[in-house]
Nanobody
Framework: QVSLVESGGGLVQAGGSLRLSCAAS????????MGWFRQAPGKEREFVAA?????????KYADSVKGRFTISRDNAENSVYLQMNSLKPEDTAVYYC????????????????WGQGTQVTVSS
């Protein structure tokens, strides 16, 4: 069982930056791949970024955030981060942290654990 708690969301102007954090419970954090997804009002949840378990460190990004967002993890702190730069109004959404064993994927249905979400609002 893994419990996830996101933080770091807020209101920022277009072009600004935010860093989201996700703290995970449990002693086996390193075996989990971690993902970030987001959901805007009236839209389906969409993939943002993912990082595989500590054995590989492979990262995946949605095309819409490549070059602007960076996912990273700190296994000693049981945490995963999403550094978001050059934010755009279309990045406005609730951002969710998720976890699944080993391999990072882009499909929300493959993730077993989810946080409660943190709101990111980008003003124009």
């Amino acid at each position: 069982q893994v419990s996830l708690v996101e933080s770091g969301g807020g209101l920022v102007q277009a072009g600004g930056s935010l860093r989201l954090s996700c703290a995970a419970s449990g002693r086996t954090f390193s075996i989990y791949a971690m993902g970030w997804f987001r959901q805007a009002p009236g839209k389906e949840r969409e993939f943002v970024a993912a990082i595989s378990s500590s054995g590989g460190g492979t990262t995946k990004y949605a095309d819409s955030v490549k070059g602007r967002f960076t996912i990273s993890r700190d296994n000693a702190e049981n945490s995963v981060y999403l550094q978001m730069n050059s934010l755009k109004p279309e990045d406005t959404a609730v951002y969710y942290c998720s976890a699944r064993p080993n391999t990072a994927t882009m499909a929300a249905s493959t993730y077993d654990y989810w946080g409660q979400g943190t709101q990111v609002t980008v003003s124009s």
